[in-house]
């Protein structure tokens, strides 16, 4: 439990240039409270207690304004930065080391049944306002750029940019229509428009 706890506060540290403390995050930064709502309320849900289970999820969508299906599965290190509006839906498969910005929706379509939401790799980051909507995968190291609205598959690797989303790098190489190398910075902004580039 504490290993865990050490690994979701060092991933704010990590990924955050606005945290000071460790204290600071513990207390006061609402992605990290509703990662640890998430996690106990997981708990209840895999041993069989889903009305608590639920209530602790709707109490924790009350105070941080993030909603956590406690159905979900999140790995390690999950960042949540800023966090406002957040929605992670029942069958979403989160991997280690990901980033969610304010806003950012893993839904369904309304139309699935069964695995209903999608699943994301490792070190997958999802910039602000983007809609991840369906049971497809987004692959390791992907980037999803803010405002984004992702459809289908986004392959390992990549940066998905537009509406509906289109791949517009794989690798570092441009690719009409596909999609980015990964980007260690947390950069969500100076990403390729594919509109523009289509007309190039």
Same mark, same amino acid.
């Given at each position: 439990?504490?290993?865990?706890?050490?690994?979701?506060?060092?991933?704010?540290?990590?990924?955050?240039?606005?945290?000071?403390?460790?204290? %600071?995050?513990?207390?006061?930064?609402?992605?990290?409270?509703?990662?640890?709502?998430?996690?106990? *309320?997981?708990?209840?849900?895999?041993?069989?207690?889903?009305? !608590? *289970?639920?209530?602790?999820?709707?109490?924790?969508?009350?105070?941080?304004?993030? %909603? !956590?299906?406690?159905?979900?599965?999140?790995?390690?290190?999950?960042?949540?930065?800023?966090?406002?509006?957040?929605?992670?839906?029942?069958?979403? %498969?989160?991997?280690?080391?990901?980033?969610?910005?304010? #806003?950012?929706?893993?839904?369904?379509?309304?139309?699935?049944?069964?695995?209903?939401?999608?699943? &994301?790799? #490792?070190?997958?980051?999802?910039?602000?306002?983007?809609?991840?909507?369906?049971?497809?995968?987004?692959?390791? #190291?992907?980037?999803?750029?803010?405002?984004?609205?992702?459809?289908?598959?986004?392959?390992?690797? *990549?940066?998905?940019?537009?509406?509906?989303?289109?791949?517009?790098?794989? #690798?570092?190489?441009?690719?009409?229509?596909?999609?980015?190398?990964?980007?260690?910075? &947390?950069?969500? !902004?100076?990403?390729?428009?594919?509109?523009?580039?289509?007309? !190039?």
């Amino acid at each position: 439990m504490f290993k865990r706890l050490k690994e979701d506060i060092d991933a704010v540290m990590e990924r955050d240039p606005a945290a000071r403390s460790r204290l %600071e995050v513990y207390f006061l930064y609402s992605g990290f409270k509703a990662v640890r709502a998430y996690r106990r *309320a997981n708990w209840f849900q895999r041993h069989g207690m889903k009305f !608590i *289970a639920r209530a602790i999820s709707q109490h924790s969508r009350r105070r941080t304004g993030i %909603e !956590i299906h406690p159905g979900a599965t999140i790995g390690r290190g999950l960042f949540i930065d800023h966090g406002m509006g957040v929605v992670i839906g029942e069958t979403t %498969e989160i991997g280690d080391n990901c980033t969610l910005y304010q #806003n950012v929706t893993l839904g369904g379509t309304g139309k699935d049944q069964g695995k209903r939401h999608p699943t &994301l790799g #490792n070190n997958v980051l999802i910039g602000a306002g983007a809609k991840v909507l369906g049971p497809f995968t987004v692959g390791d #190291n992907a980037r999803v750029a803010a405002g984004a609205v992702v459809l289908d598959a986004v392959p390992a690797g *990549a940066t998905a940019v537009g509406v509906p989303a289109r791949v517009v790098r794989i #690798n570092g190489e441009k690719v009409p229509q596909e999609a980015a190398q990964p980007s260690r910075t &947390l950069d969500q !902004i100076h990403v390729a428009d594919p509109v523009s580039m289509a007309s !190039i």
